[in-house]
């Protein structure tokens, strides 16, 4: 959304009913994400759900969205490179 422009009515329907639409949201890719740990035979498969509702969250907006996606990942290899440091330094 822009402040410089004006909203369609589309638009304005989806804001309107923004809790169904991000409850679609949330459900579509809560579904697709289980089809795929099935399909996949991921182990501890709950993982990529949990993580998929804590990033996904109580929002109704793409754009937070992908910045929590990138500060779970980007946390995520902080954590991994930190752990293995620390085995590292604790093996030497």
Request: hydrophobic content about 50%; charged content about 15%.
């Amino acid at each position: 959304m822009r402040p410089d422009k004006s909203l369609t009515s589309f638009e304005i329907r989806l804001y309107k009913h923004y809790r169904v639409v991000h409850g679609c949201r949330i459900a579509l890719a809560f579904v697709l994400t289980f089809v795929l740990v099935r399909f996949l035979d991921v182990p501890e498969g709950t993982w990529p759900l949990i993580t998929l509702v804590v990033v996904m969250g109580p929002i109704s907006f793409w754009g937070n969205v992908v910045q929590r996606v990138m500060e779970r990942v980007s946390g995520t290899v902080l954590g991994s490179a930190s752990g293995l440091i620390a085995l590292w330094l604790g093996l030497s």
